[in-house]
């Protein structure tokens, strides 16, 4: 029998009332390494400050893995890893990179890993809150940690890489590594034949193109450039309407410059919602396209999430992008920052109905062969076999 210890960087707020608020997502992962592991599961997270948008308030005896908080910064102490069979730590933060030296070679150590190095580094330089000088020592501080982080990995027996970029970057760096494709798209949420069916027949009958974006609403993730495009897609005549679900900083300027360039029913910016209750019955029903505009190579959960709806994906070629809509044969790229060139794509998928209702089917297929459990299976036979030598 051996323990799993799991060391994350999901986030975690202490309440007043001594409980804690959690995120929905990490508490459904939670539950799953538990339901696939065959032994106890244990759990390290550090208390974060920042809001929690989807979050969850209970105590710690509520929850079925056994989970302590540390403060934040808290580095980790060889009695922290007490039990512990495996291990699988967030590679991502700073505060992991000890744990070769801390284990030792007698616990076996996994990484997750989602950001690189150039994902981190165009992540800073979209920060308009960041001065110059700032920036350049951020930047600096990111390199050395990058080396901290590399050498981790080459002490650790696997690696699990969340998207195309850091599989690319980091698999040769463990003797086990594996790619997985995260995201909320259970197999229950998926798109029915009901659903694509009608979706198919109202893109053959000609109805105007239905685009939606959902996510934060900031510059890393290009929106900016939703206005321009829809702008874009006006003066070229194209039917369509663009949905956002969102909040962040660019959210004023969005909401006021939809009225300002008269967008007004074309363009509608709705409140960040439930993606299981509430967003995925919706855009099932209710679009055709996930627009994406990242500027940026992160492997965001929207794109599988938004295919395992039945949607073809429209974006910019940035690594993520590029190697999933290449790899699923259900997405289109143009030039990164290219908004006359996005919206010359979305203007062709528009005029060619039976290629964008190829897309989305293509989008469907290649979600279901990665919902969530499959990919959660993915991970815990990788760790199961990582554990056996």
């Not at 599961?41 to 974060?48: A, H, P, S």
């Not at 007490?82 to 030296?101: C, E, K, M, V």
């Not at 109202?202 to 206005?227: H, Y």
Request: glycine share 8%; with cysteine.
């Amino acid at each position: 029998m051996t323990e799993l210890l799991l060391i994350l960087s999901a986030p975690a707020k202490r309440l007043p009332d001594g409980r804690i608020r959690l995120d929905v997502k990490f508490l459904d992962g939670l539950k799953r390494h538990q339901d696939l592991w065959d032994d106890k599961v244990r759990c390290l997270l550090w208390e974060t400050a920042g809001p929690i948008p989807f979050g969850q308030d209970l105590s710690l005896n509520e929850l079925t893995v056994e989970t302590e908080i540390l403060p934040a910064g808290t580095q980790l102490r060889p009695d922290h890893l007490r039990n512990a069979g495996i291990i699988l730590a967030a590679g991502d933060s700073w505060l992991t990179h000890d744990l070769p030296t801390i284990a030792g070679r007698q616990v076996p150590l996994v990484y997750a890993v989602e950001y690189t190095l150039k994902t981190r580094l165009d992540i800073l330089r979209l920060r308009h809150d960041v001065g110059l000088l700032r920036k350049a020592r951020s930047a600096w501080w990111l390199i050395r940690q990058e080396g901290r982080m590399r050498r981790a990995f080459r002490a650790a027996r696997g690696l699990q890489c969340n998207g195309f970029p850091a599989f690319a970057t980091y698999r040769g760096l463990t003797p086990q590594s594996m790619v997985y494709l995260d995201g909320r798209i259970h197999s229950a949420l998926l798109a029915t034949p009901k659903e694509q069916a009608i979706r198919a027949q109202r893109l053959r009958a000609g109805e105007p193109l239905r685009l939606v974006n959902f996510g934060r609403l900031e510059t890393m993730k290009g929106a900016q450039d939703f206005l321009p495009f829809a702008q874009a897609l006006t003066a070229r005549r194209i039917g369509f309407t663009l949905d956002i679900f969102g909040t962040g900083t660019l959210g004023d300027d969005i909401q006021a410059g939809i009225a300002r360039a008269g967008l007004t029913g074309r363009v509608t910016l709705h409140a960040p919602v439930d993606f299981e209750t509430e967003l995925a019955p919706w855009m099932r029903r209710n679009a055709d396209i996930f627009l994406s505009c990242h500027r940026q190579d992160d492997p965001s959960c929207a794109y599988i999430e938004a295919m395992g709806c039945g949607l073809a994906v429209l974006g910019y070629d940035n690594a993520m992008m590029s190697a999933l809509a290449q790899e699923s044969q259900a997405g289109r790229c143009v030039r990164l920052g290219d908004v006359a060139a996005l919206a010359a794509e979305a203007e062709r998928l528009a005029q060619d109905r039976t290629v964008t209702t190829t897309m989305t089917d293509r989008a469907l297929a290649y979600a279901k062969e990665h919902d969530f459990e499959a990919e959660f299976a993915l991970r815990m036979q990788h760790l199961r076999t990582v554990a056996q030598g």
